[in-house]
């Protein structure tokens, strides 16, 4: 089997491709293929040094899907003391991945660098209950930060102390931050993020029920004029050609 993220490296598809598989037989030429030739160590291209490990398809989608923030989506502005305690009102469908909430996380946390407490609207508040709540920092370092469920669980693949992504991640911006991971962090921890993120991109990918049918496709009503125009010229070709 071809792991999925190996595939860009050796431009490869699934229309038909077919690969060599090449079997080093001495102990000196194995030893040399484990050092040299293993996907995880050959990470970044060289003629470059971007990442030529990434995600794409149909883990783009789940990662896009995971990091979008609905405005006005069930659950917003709901505050929680806790990961657990937001986890929990999740799985009871109190509110939505993609809904923007207030979590009280820990004091070592790290920060998105250009943070700074904002607020977010309340939807549907209790009687009495306010319109607005507000981020805040804490006396013993600890923050309620506004995020989604969603970017929690993407920012959980990414190194501990890699400074939390909270905005939407296509697959330009997700590009950025593998590269970025990449000049900071060891291959090791590069590699295991990589994973980590095709593994949560292909299991959030169908949670997004993103298709299409035929009645999507929408046939411009200048369509026939061109096929036309087209294939008078074409036929002109043909004539001086023979």
């Not at 030529?52 to 003391?81: C, E, W």
């Not at 959980?156 to 593998?178: C, H, M, W």
């Not at 959030?204 to 010229?233: C, H, M, N, T």
Request: net charge negative.
């Amino acid at each position: 089997h071809l792991p999925p993220l190996a595939c860009a490296a050796f431009n490869a598809d699934f229309d038909g491709d077919q690969m060599a598989v090449h079997l080093p037989l001495s102990a000196e030429a194995q030893a040399e293929a484990r050092s040299l030739m293993m996907a995880s160590d050959n990470i970044l291209k060289p003629a470059d040094g971007h990442t030529v490990t990434m995600p794409s398809q149909d883990m783009i989608l789940g990662l896009y899907y995971l990091t979008t923030v609905i405005d006005g989506a069930k659950g917003q502005g709901r505050v929680f003391s806790s990961l657990e305690e937001a986890e929990m009102a999740l799985d009871k469908h109190e509110i939505d991945m993609q809904a923007k909430v207030l979590i009280r996380l820990p004091q070592d946390f790290v920060l998105p660098k250009d943070w700074e407490p904002g607020e977010v609207k309340v939807v549907d508040p209790e009687p009495g209950s306010p319109d607005v709540v507000k981020e805040e920092r804490f006396h013993d370092g600890s923050v309620l930060f506004a995020t989604s469920y969603g970017r929690i669980l993407f920012n959980g693949t990414l190194p501990v102390d890699y400074p939390f992504v909270n905005e939407q991640a296509p697959k330009k911006r997700l590009s950025k931050i593998v590269d970025d991971i990449a000049t900071r962090y060891s291959t090791a921890q590069v590699a295991v993020t990589l994973d980590a993120l095709k593994d949560l991109g292909f299991t959030r990918a169908p949670w997004s029920g993103v298709s299409f049918a035929f009645s999507d496709v929408i046939q411009p009503p200048e369509l026939d004029e061109y096929i036309e125009k087209y294939e008078g010229e074409a036929d002109k070709v043909n004539e001086n050609y023979e």
